[in-house]
C-alpha cells in the first residue's frame, strides 16, 4: 500500500504517517500544489489530507485529489461541525476525521475505507466488444480470447480503469516497469503502439488516444 499525506501542519503529518507505517509506505506533501504534483506523477492507495489550506482558502483540495483516479481520500480537519462535516462527503471525501486524532483510529478509518473501495470495483469491463475480466486478467474482443502478455494487459487494465483520464508516458512506465534499470521511458511508445495494432485487427479503433505532449487516454466508444 502506498499513501499520500498532505497537510500544512508538521506535527499532524507526523502523527499521520505513524498511523499508516503499518500499512503501507508514505509520502508527504506541506501544501496542495505539491500534493496535486504528488498525486498526478504517482499512483496511491489513498490520500490523507487536510482541506484547508494558509496558501489555499478555496476549499478545492477534493477536486483536484485523485477521485477520477479512483483514489479515496480521507480528510483531517481542526473543523468540527456538521455542516463542514457533510460537505466534505458530499464533496467526494470517503471519511472525515476531526483534529487532534487518534493515531489508532485514523489506522481503522483508513482500513475501513480500503475495504469498501475494494469492495466496489468492478471485476470486468465491457465496451465496444471489448471485455477485461480484472479478476482473472483475460480479454475477449467480440467473444473470442484474445491472447496477451502481462505487460500489455497491465497497459491496458491500468488505462481502462482511469478512462477518459490522461497518463503520461512517465507515470505509465514507472507503474508498470517500476524500477527496471534495464528499460528506459520510451519502451511505453512501443506497446501502445502493438496494443493499437492489436485492436485494430478487431477492427476496434480509436480507443487509446494519444494526447500530444501529455501522455494517454483511453475512451471508450
Same mark, same amino acid.
Given at each position: 500500500?502506498?499513501?499520500?499525506?498532505?497537510?500544512?501542519?508538521?506535527?499532524?503529518?507526523?502523527?499521520? $504517517?505513524?498511523?499508516?507505517?503499518?500499512?503501507?509506505?508514505?509520502d508527504c506533501a506541506h501544501d496542495l500544489l505539491d500534493g496535486v504534483y504528488?498525486?498526478?506523477?504517482?499512483?496511491?492507495?489513498?490520500?490523507?489530507? *487536510? +482541506?484547508?489550506?494558509?496558501?489555499?482558502?478555496? *476549499?478545492?483540495?477534493?477536486?483536484?485529489? &485523485? =477521485?477520477?483516479? *479512483?483514489?479515496?481520500?480521507?480528510?483531517?480537519?481542526?473543523?468540527?461541525?456538521?455542516? =463542514?462535516? $457533510?460537505?466534505?462527503?458530499?464533496?467526494?471525501?470517503?471519511?472525515? +476525521?476531526?483534529?487532534?486524532?487518534?493515531?489508532?483510529?485514523?489506522?481503522?478509518?483508513?482500513?475501513?475505507?480500503?475495504?469498501?473501495?475494494? &469492495?466496489?470495483?468492478?471485476?470486468?469491463?465491457?465496451?465496444?466488444g471489448i471485455e477485461l475480466d480484472f479478476k482473472n486478467k483475460m480479454m475477449?474482443?467480440?467473444? @473470442?480470447?484474445?491472447?496477451? !502478455?502481462?505487460?500489455?494487459?497491465?497497459?491496458?487494465?491500468?488505462?481502462?480503469?482511469?478512462?477518459?483520464?490522461?497518463?503520461?508516458?512517465?507515470?505509465?512506465?514507472?507503474?508498470?516497469?517500476?524500477?527496471?534499470?534495464?528499460? $528506459?521511458? !520510451?519502451?511505453?511508445?512501443?506497446? +501502445? !503502439?502493438?496494443?493499437? @495494432?492489436?485492436?485494430?485487427?478487431? &477492427?476496434?479503433?480509436?480507443?487509446?488516444?494519444?494526447? !500530444?505532449?501529455?501522455?494517454?487516454?483511453?475512451?471508450?466508444?
Open positions: 500500500m502506498k499513501f499520500l499525506v498532505i497537510d500544512s501542519d508538521t506535527a499532524a503529518i507526523k502523527d499521520a $504517517v505513524n498511523a499508516l507505517k503499518g500499512l503501507g509506505e508514505c504528488m498525486v498526478n506523477n504517482c499512483d496511491y492507495d489513498l490520500i490523507v489530507t *487536510e +482541506i484547508r489550506f494558509p496558501k489555499d482558502p478555496s *476549499e478545492y483540495a477534493l477536486k483536484e485529489l &485523485g =477521485k477520477a483516479l *479512483e483514489c479515496p481520500v480521507v480528510v483531517l480537519s481542526s473543523e468540527s461541525s456538521v455542516a =463542514k462535516k $457533510v460537505e466534505a462527503l458530499r464533496s467526494g471525501a470517503d471519511d472525515y +476525521i476531526t483534529k487532534p486524532f487518534d493515531r489508532d483510529e485514523l489506522s481503522a478509518r483508513v482500513e475501513a475505507v480500503l475495504r469498501r473501495c475494494r &469492495g466496489k470495483q468492478r471485476d470486468l469491463y465491457s465496451q465496444d475477449t474482443i467480440d467473444g @473470442k480470447m484474445v491472447k496477451l !502478455s502481462l505487460r500489455k494487459y497491465e497497459i491496458l487494465e491500468y488505462l481502462i480503469r482511469r478512462r477518459n483520464v490522461i497518463i503520461s508516458k512517465e507515470r505509465l512506465f514507472n507503474r508498470i516497469w517500476g524500477a527496471d534499470q534495464d528499460t $528506459v521511458v !520510451s519502451v511505453v511508445e512501443v506497446y +501502445i !503502439s502493438e496494443l493499437r @495494432k492489436l485492436l485494430k485487427s478487431y &477492427g476496434k479503433v480509436g480507443h487509446i488516444k494519444t494526447v !500530444s505532449g501529455m501522455g494517454y487516454m483511453w475512451q471508450d466508444k
